[in-house]
């Protein structure tokens, strides 16, 4: 009785976060959409018959237990076939599930086909952790293969990326396998919260049960639980799951104490001055200087005010006119992969040569902008950028006073003579970005926490804290900005002053590919450092997809989303709770994603107080 209570814990843990998640939501192809009934996998005696299939003693080779299958409890699991590698991460192997059948075996072992993504906190815990799961008394009776369904980015998984997951592992897996179609995920019409393990037994090939995010003590006390049944031997005691501080399971422990304040950022080879404390000085002074704007009224400081943790607490921005996009803090933009919502910029220097161009914002143009350096910074530049000193510009004939590509003036300007001005140009991005990357953040209550101050955190933030975990956020917002950098639909509603939806990273790769500035360009100090780029995906899933934001700075940091339509953190868990805004609200486009987990009101609520405690004053030079 014990046990079978402990499975019913289990499942109800689970069902907790996917109430009504069962209907109504988009579903990506569910091979069977039936909710599993799990009362069935503890009905063991009648499955763990040896297979008619095993003949003298000897499987045959290409069998399959025949019969109805699906990925449901208590049937046979498809013969799924696989694209991957072999253990090694490297050395490619296509194989289907029929690998891991074994009729005649004296006992049953465990299939362990464990899904995630590259781009998932939790998953890569569980990778590098994999000891805790396998431990030596039950590795012998388990067989795990990795799945991938996406990478860092949230693109489809392709085998190239197994070797890039393969370093992450502490214990190697049997086999790696792309599923780019995620077709496990139809074990649950709602939700599948990743990691996602299933278990299968190797004898018959049945799917016995299966588990989102376990923790070490529950996957034991589930797998030691199937095994008895199987085996027909009496049940064991349930292990009680050891919590830290009363609240932390060892995966939520492990993770918060990652949540570290960020060190310096990554080095960006890309920018030659980017760790300059010279570069960082001009960068400061351009920043907030409203002379780069034709008008005198706007500067990147307009939008990202340094009393708003740089950023301007408005849903949308206005410069020269209204955006259709909420300022995010640039504080810690120098430690993301991308920039801008939909990651349209793939450097810190590329990204602050958009918003002086753009007329909605500084309205200014390039030429003005090398005109302003020539006048008014030109030591100051020179010093930095001794390997370019600034060229003679004042020839207003050869460069007019305005303009930028679609003027006529700059396009009738010769190659040699834009390439100047750009050299200017792309210079100022790349003292700004010296700017941006010598901005640090004071630590906040969670900090002090990770440091030893069990106290610095309150009984309501560690509850949110620990519903945080459980209703998956940790999927995407982990590590020391809380953030993955990946693209995502959570489908949160647009601050598009023409209210129609956003189509977010979808339109934003041909934008990056086609820029003059991108990391791969000629203006880039290391082209070959910018391989990501190679990698960015523009496909369907990217539809209405936006950039994880850090959740750093969040007490002061809103209104919240891309549309910067969300007024307060409860808004947000409320719209998460709900699973993004409706199918049909022309406010939001694209498919949610099958790992956000539905969760009930006391848990939106309840989640607020951590968020909260995430504050993120920002420390400027
Ligand atoms: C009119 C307001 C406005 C001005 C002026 C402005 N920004 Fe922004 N900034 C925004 C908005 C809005 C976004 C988000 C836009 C998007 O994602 O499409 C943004 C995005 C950014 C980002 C990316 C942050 C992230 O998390 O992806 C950085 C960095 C940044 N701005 C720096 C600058 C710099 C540097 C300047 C001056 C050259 C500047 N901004 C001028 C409003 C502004
Ligand atoms: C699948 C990845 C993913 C998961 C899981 C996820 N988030 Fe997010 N989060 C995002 C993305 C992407 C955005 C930006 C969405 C947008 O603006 O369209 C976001 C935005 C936010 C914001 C707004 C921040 C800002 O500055 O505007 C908050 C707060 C937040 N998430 C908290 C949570 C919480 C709490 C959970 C768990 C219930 C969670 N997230 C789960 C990806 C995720």
Request: with cysteine; glycine share 8%; charged share 25%.
């Amino acid at each position: 009785m014990r046990s079978a209570s402990l499975l019913l814990g289990v499942v109800v843990a689970a069902a907790t976060f996917a109430a009504a998640a069962a209907c109504g939501h988009d579903d990506n192809d569910p091979i069977n959409p039936a909710t599993p009934d799990a009362s069935v996998a503890t009905d063991g005696g009648a499955d763990a018959k040896p297979s008619g299939l095993c003949v003298d003693g000897k499987s045959r080779d290409g069998d399959y237990p025949a019969g109805p299958t699906s990925i449901t409890i208590a049937k046979t699991i498809p013969n799924l076939a696989f694209d991957g590698t072999d253990a090694d991460g490297t050395t490619p192997r296509s194989f289907s599930l029929s690998s891991w059948f074994e009729p005649c075996a004296a006992r049953s072992r465990l299939l362990v086909l464990r899904v995630g993504a590259a781009w998932c906190g939790t998953c890569n815990w569980h990778l590098g952790n994999t000891k805790l799961f396998a431990t030596p008394e039950l590795a012998p009776r388990l067989a795990l293969v990795d799945v991938v369904v996406g990478d860092e980015d949230n693109r489809p998984a392709e085998v190239g990326d197994l070797a890039r997951v393969r370093p992450r592992v502490d214990v190697p897996a049997e086999k790696y396998a792309a599923d780019p179609k995620h077709r496990l995920r139809a074990i649950d019409a709602g939700q599948v919260q990743l990691p996602l393990y299933v278990l299968v037994d190797t004898r018959t090939m049945v799917i016995r049960n299966y588990l989102n995010d376990p923790s070490p003590e529950v996957f034991e006390n589930t797998v030691r639980d199937e095994l008895a049944l199987i085996d027909g031997a009496a049940r064991p005691a349930p292990k009680p799951e050891a919590l830290f501080d009363g609240v932390f399971n060892r995966e939520m422990r492990d993770m918060l104490s990652a949540m570290t304040l960020p060190a310096a950022p990554p080095p960006d080879p890309t920018n030659e001055v980017a760790d300059s404390a010279a570069a960082a000085a001009l960068g400061k002074q351009l920043f907030f200087d409203k002379q780069l704007s034709p008008s005198g009224n706007f500067a990147c400081s307009t939008c990202h005010d340094k009393d708003k943790l740089f950023a301007d607490g408005v849903p949308q921005s206005t410069g020269v006119s209204k955006v259709d996009r909420n300022s995010p803090t640039v504080a810690l933009a120098a430690h993301q992969r991308w920039q801008f919502w939909d990651g349209r910029a793939d450097t810190l220097w590329m990204q602050a040569l958009g918003p002086f161009e753009d007329p909605k914002e500084i309205g200014s143009t390039r030429l003005f902008v090398a005109h302003q350096i020539e006048s008014r910074y030109k030591a100051a530049y020179d010093a930095v950028f001794t390997k370019y000193p600034l060229p003679d510009i004042s020839d207003t004939a050869r460069f007019p006073p305005q303009g930028k590509p679609g003027t006529p003036v700059y396009d009738a300007m010769s190659p040699a003579d834009k390439d100047a001005i750009n050299r200017v140009y792309v210079n100022v991005g790349k003292a700004i970005a010296a700017y941006e990357r010598a901005l640090r953040v004071q630590p906040n209550a969670l900090d002090r926490y990770n440091g030893g101050d069990l106290a610095a955190l309150n009984a309501a933030q560690k509850e949110g804290a620990q519903l945080f975990f459980r209703a998956g956020c940790a999927q995407c917002h982990f590590g020391p900005r809380l953030t993955n950098d990946a693209f995502h639909v959570v489908r949160f509603p647009t601050g598009r002053q023409d209210g129609v939806a956003d189509r977010g990273r979808v339109d934003a790769v041909a934008k990056l590919l086609a820029s003059e500035f991108n990391s791969r360009s000629k203006w880039s100090d290391k082209p070959e450092a910018g391989d990501r780029i190679l990698r960015a995906y523009d496909g369907p899933s990217m539809l209405g997809a936006f950039k994880t934001p850090t959740l750093r700075g969040l007490d002061r940091s809103g209104p919240f989303g891309h549309g910067g339509t969300l007024a307060t953190l409860l808004e947000v868990t409320e719209t998460y709770g709900k699973g993004g805004l409706d199918a049909a609200d022309p406010r939001t486009t694209g498919a949610l994603e099958s790992w956000l987990t539905r969760f009930d009101p006391h848990a939106q609520q309840a989640i607020v107080p951590f968020l909260s405690a995430l504050s993120g004053e920002v420390i400027s030079p």
